[in-house]
């Protein structure tokens, strides 16, 4: 007696199991990726709390925090805690002589230090946005950037002052003050808060230290070029992932056709409308910060206004709410 031979699929049947293999590959997409994205916001908060404790640390050795940044060009924060993300060769490396003087080998973009600005720092990079370099040099964009306070960091009078009260306001808007900002064209004018101002006015718990900016696109955009000056700090003047733009000091330094409804930008800038950078990320719904105190906070874009803004100054006073939902 013959046995009978096992059927063959017929095309129907192998369609419809190509087709539920799709439908599960489908649903089981957007767990993987969700996945994915938790452990990457994961990372990128870690990479916050150690540049905060380096920041620390750095306070420890020279009793201040760094200088935000040094005018456009000589040198900003991320020089200044390498040593304390465990970069200490790249800092080793830097030439920090010389600064504000006419030999431009002393710049980040200079021959003396370009082996460090061209390199890729992993503390500085959150793992959900995609590197990139500005213009065609190879200097690297990151995305975490220090407090520059309430408005355009550049307005402030006298620059960058925590104590007089003597604050410009822009659009009335004004800023009291932050734990970092830019000096001015002289080493003299160099400005370094200390911890304890912070805690003495408006706390280390509700002042913000470090939050994070998207990367510019296309190589033309410098936001996240934080190597200089003027794209190390952030500010609060708009609300993280604002729709509004950001101001760049000028057109050429902004590119809005790579990435327009999440980066938005304008330039250049002007009195009433100063260079300012939004808190922006890769992350859905907010952006994630770290408070004076080093710990991580996730803030999201719903925040209300003021609170944003009280969360950036360290002398203004305010009083935010332990149980404000950020």
Same mark, same amino acid.
């Given at each position: 007696?013959?046995?009978?031979?096992?059927?063959?699929?017929?095309?129907?049947?192998?369609?419809?199991?190509?087709?539920?293999?799709? =439908?599960?590959?489908?649903?089981?997409?957007?767990?993987?990726?969700?996945?994915?994205?938790?452990?990457?916001?994961?990372?990128?908060?870690?990479?916050?709390?150690? =540049?905060?404790? *380096?920041? %620390?640390?750095?306070?420890?050795?020279? +009793?201040?925090?760094?200088?935000?940044?040094?005018?456009?060009?000589?040198?900003? !924060?991320?020089?200044?805690?390498?040593?304390?993300?465990?970069?200490?060769?790249? @800092? $080793?490396?830097?030439? +920090?002589?010389? #600064?504000?003087?006419? $030999?431009?080998?002393?710049?980040?973009?200079?021959?003396? +230090?370009?082996?460090?600005?061209?390199?890729?720092?992993?503390?500085?990079?959150?793992?959900?946005?995609?590197?990139?370099?500005?213009?065609?040099?190879?200097?690297?964009? %990151?995305?975490?950037?220090? +407090?520059?306070?309430?408005? *355009?960091?550049?307005?402030?009078?006298?620059?960058? $002052?925590?104590?007089?009260?003597?604050? #410009?306001?822009?659009?009335?808007?004004? /800023?009291?003050?932050?734990?970092?900002?830019?000096?001015?064209?002289?080493?003299?004018?160099?400005?370094?808060?200390? =911890? /304890? %101002?912070?805690?003495?006015?408006? *706390?280390?718990?509700?002042?913000?230290?470090?939050?994070?900016?998207?990367?510019? #696109?296309?190589?033309?955009?410098?936001?996240?070029?934080? !190597? !200089?000056? @003027?794209?190390?700090?952030?500010?609060?003047?708009?609300?993280?992932?604002?729709?509004?733009?950001?101001?760049?000091?000028?057109?050429?330094?902004?590119?809005?056709?790579?990435?327009?409804? %999440?980066?938005?930008?304008?330039?250049?800038?002007?009195?009433?409308?100063?260079?300012?950078?939004?808190?922006?990320?890769?992350?859905?719904?907010?952006?994630?910060?770290?408070?004076? $105190?080093?710990?991580?906070?996730?803030?999201?874009?719903?925040?209300?206004?003021?609170?944003?803004?009280?969360?950036?100054?360290?002398?203004?006073?305010?009083?935010?709410?332990? /149980?404000?939902?950020?």
């Amino acid at each position: 007696m013959q046995s009978q031979g096992r059927k063959a699929f017929t095309l129907v049947e192998l369609l419809v199991v190509i087709a539920i293999i799709g =439908i599960l590959i489908g649903l089981l997409l957007p767990a993987v990726q969700a996945v994915r994205e938790a452990a990457r916001r994961t990372q990128c908060n870690n990479n916050l709390k150690q =540049i905060a404790l *380096g920041m %620390h640390n750095y306070q420890g050795s020279f +009793n201040s925090l760094p200088v935000g940044a040094y005018s456009c060009c000589w040198g900003t !924060w991320l020089v200044a805690t390498l040593p304390y993300v465990e970069q200490k060769a790249l @800092y $080793d490396m830097y030439d +920090n002589n010389e #600064k504000f003087m006419g $030999d431009v080998s002393f710049r980040y973009s200079g021959v003396r +230090n370009r082996p460090v600005s061209t390199s890729r720092v992993p503390t500085y990079t959150c793992p959900s946005d995609e590197p990139q370099t500005a213009f065609s040099d190879g200097i690297t964009c %990151h995305n975490y950037v220090v +407090n520059m306070g309430t408005t *355009g960091f550049v307005v402030r009078n006298p620059p960058g $002052d925590v104590t007089s009260g003597a604050e #410009k306001d822009v659009n009335g808007v004004k /800023d009291f003050g932050a734990p970092f900002t830019i000096s001015g064209w002289t080493g003299i004018d160099a400005k370094a808060y200390k =911890i /304890d %101002h912070i805690t003495n006015q408006d *706390g280390t718990s509700n002042t913000m230290m470090v939050s994070e900016v998207m990367q510019g #696109k296309g190589g033309t955009d410098l936001r996240g070029f934080s !190597w !200089w000056g @003027y794209a190390a700090g952030y500010e609060t003047y708009l609300l993280p992932n604002s729709s509004e733009p950001d101001v760049m000091q000028g057109a050429g330094y902004c590119d809005n056709t790579a990435d327009p409804k %999440h980066m938005p930008c304008i330039g250049p800038q002007s009195e009433s409308q100063p260079m300012t950078t939004a808190a922006r990320s890769q992350h859905t719904g907010g952006v994630h910060t770290v408070m004076c $105190d080093a710990s991580g906070r996730f803030v999201t874009d719903e925040i209300a206004l003021d609170v944003w803004r009280a969360l950036s100054t360290s002398n203004g006073r305010e009083i935010v709410d332990e /149980d404000e939902d950020f």
